[in-house]
């Protein structure tokens, strides 16, 4: 079982409103993940972490901005939702890449956000 | 660069029918592969995995073996059951994506009873 957990798991939201997503994991893992899926469709990376006060952008450009101040703990921040930004968020981690290790990812259960 | 190509879905099938999901990739050297599982409203759960070439990851009666002459790891299971119904990726993970997860499209499975 992972221990990596998110909340909300449902929100719906206005437009130009704040929003952050919590992500908190238990396993140590320095790598840290936010992806941005729409409903049974493709991942798409758009945040990473290797550790404390590391952050990089993922590969789908992406208004929300992360944080990294604690190991455990991988927030994502939009500053004004909306509705382009209705979507599922995935919080994920791994322990650091390793030739070999097999770096296993372990997801959280996702927030679904709907700006309306 | 390392990509991950998947068979389009949906795939549909009836309960007990053997399964194959085709997986090829392309990367340099011996990257890990691996098939992770999604069901309905949840998250993504790693289903299997394999290293090396040769390797059969294995799990919940889904087989996968990690061929490097066909740069393939397809899935495989020999009597699906509705509850297998969800979206299964395909991902790689090496050396030249800096061990970052390159994942295919997904393909969505659906099983009727």
């Known amino acids: 079982e992972a221990d990596i957990y998110q909340t909300p798991r449902y929100l719906v939201i206005g437009t130009g409103k704040k929003i952050t997503l919590e992500c908190s994991q238990t396993?140590?893992?320095?790598?840290m993940y936010w992806y941005q899926q729409d409903p049974g469709m493709e991942l798409h990376l758009i945040h990473y972490s290797y550790g404390v006060n590391s952050t990089e952008k993922g590969d789908l450009s992406s208004e929300s901005t992360v944080s990294r101040i604690r190991t455990e703990h991988f927030p994502l921040t939009l500053e004004s939702a909306r509705p382009s930004h209705t979507s599922q968020y995935l919080c994920?981690?791994?322990?650091?890449?390793?030739?070999?290790?097999?770096?296993?990812?372990?997801f959280g259960e996702g927030s679904w956000l709907t700006v309306v | 660069g390392n990509s991950v190509t998947q068979m389009e879905g949906p795939v549909t099938l009836s309960e007990e029918a053997f399964l194959t999901i085709n997986c090829t990739y392309t990367a340099t050297g011996y990257p890990s592969l691996f098939w992770y599982v999604q069901y309905p409203g949840e998250g993504l759960q790693l289903l299997l995995k394999?290293?090396?070439a040769d390797d059969k990851g294995s799990n919940k009666g889904f087989e996968a073996t990690y061929r490097k002459e066909t740069t393939s790891f397809h899935l495989e299971k020999g009597s699906v059951q509705v509850s297998d119904s969800a979206v299964y990726f395909c991902?790689?993970?090496?050396?030249?994506?800096?061990?970052?997860?390159?994942w295919g499209a997904g393909t969505k499975l659906i099983i009727k009873p």
């Open positions: 394999a290293t090396k």
């Open positions: 994920a981690s791994s322990e650091w890449g390793l030739s070999g290790s097999g770096n296993t990812i372990y």
């Open positions: 396993m140590g893992h320095d790598k």
């Open positions: 991902a790689l993970s090496g050396a030249d994506s800096n061990y970052q997860l390159i």
